[in-house]
């Protein structure tokens, strides 16, 4: 035989092996950091000018929604975002609506102050949305734990019962 054959034979076998440990690295990253991932270290700077950090928050649970005031979906969900805070915040929910880069800082202060939105509203230099993944959809919305665990990500609108079954669950022991 010569080594092209041999080289033939083990090819398939090689790329099985490949396949096969690549699926049980992939299967044990699964289960060693599961669905929860860790909030990223991110600082948002709010409109009046203040920083806060995902640091800062640890220990509380919070919302950090991306939106912008040119996104149809974000302007539709708002009300229900402040409705959703101004229930929670008695209870301990943190918020921090965070305006995407390309965003004109004097619309979304505008939008802020007609509105009266009640939580903290910061404006993104890309930063932040880099350190969540990337995150280019708007709204998306994270769900973060008093552990800092990622507890759920809605890209889109939330469905507000399913977020407010969750933060009923996450704020009932505080």
């Not at 943190?94 to 903290?120: I, S």
Request: net charge positive.
């Amino acid at each position: 035989m010569s080594q092209d054959t041999v080289s033939r034979r083990t090819s398939p076998i090689r790329y099985i092996a490949m396949v096969v440990v690549a699926g049980a690295i992939a299967f044990a990253g699964y289960f060693a950091f599961g669905s929860q991932q860790h909030v990223p270290d991110a600082t948002f700077t709010l409109l009046s000018g203040q920083k806060v950090s995902t640091a800062d928050l640890k220990g509380k649970v919070y919302l950090v929604n991306f939106w912008a005031t040119s996104c149809d979906t974000c302007m539709k969900e708002m009300p229900q975002m402040v409705d959703t805070y101004n229930r929670f915040k008695g209870k301990g929910l943190e918020f921090v609506a965070v305006a995407m880069n390309y965003d004109a800082p004097m619309y979304v202060a505008n939008y802020t102050e007609t509105r009266r939105l009640p939580f903290k509203v910061a404006m993104d230099d890309g930063s932040a949305a880099k350190q969540f993944g990337n995150v280019q959809l708007t709204p998306t919305t994270f769900v973060i734990g008093r552990d800092g665990k990622i507890l759920k990500r809605y890209v889109g609108e939330p469905s507000f019962q399913e977020l407010d079954a969750l933060l009923n669950k996450e704020l009932g022991s505080a």
